[in-house]
């Protein structure tokens, strides 16, 4: 099975950035894309971005599309997301995590596995 080990989360400021890894290990054979997601306290995971393993295609959620950007270094098996702009509703923490299925697109958390431990990501206002 593929492991996920994220890291790069901090503290910022609002309107600052920050940029996440997501190292991969293990079975990485098979996925079909790696996808960004978020849980703030008290809420369910949240879809933040998802890229396709075959073609690179991507996928942002409306709340940070234009300020977030997902891309993956297929050599070093690293994913990063690129997060600038960051506001105070950011603040959470992020995980990377994988899909299997072929086809759809989409950073539907229940749609994927193997999720790693997550990093806190906190915008300070």
């Known amino acids: 099975e593929v492991q996920f080990v994220e890291s790069g989360g901090g503290l910022a400021q609002a309107g600052g950035s920050l940029t996440l890894s997501c190292a991969a290990s293990g079975f990485t054979k098979d996925i079909n894309a790696i996808g960004w997601f978020r849980q703030a306290p008290g809420k369910e995971p949240e879809g933040v971005s998802c890229?396709?393993?075959?073609?690179?295609?991507?996928y942002y959620s409306n709340t940070v599309k234009g300020r977030f950007s997902i891309s993956r270094d297929k050599a070093k098996n690293t994913l990063y997301l690129q997060m600038n702009s960051l506001k105070s509703e950011d603040t959470a923490v992020y995980f990377c995590a994988a899909d299997y299925r072929p086809g759809i697109l989409a950073p539907e958390p229940s749609f994927f596995d193997y999720w790693g431990q997550g990093t806190q990501v906190t915008v300070a206002a």
């Open positions: 890229i396709s393993i075959s073609d690179s295609k991507t």
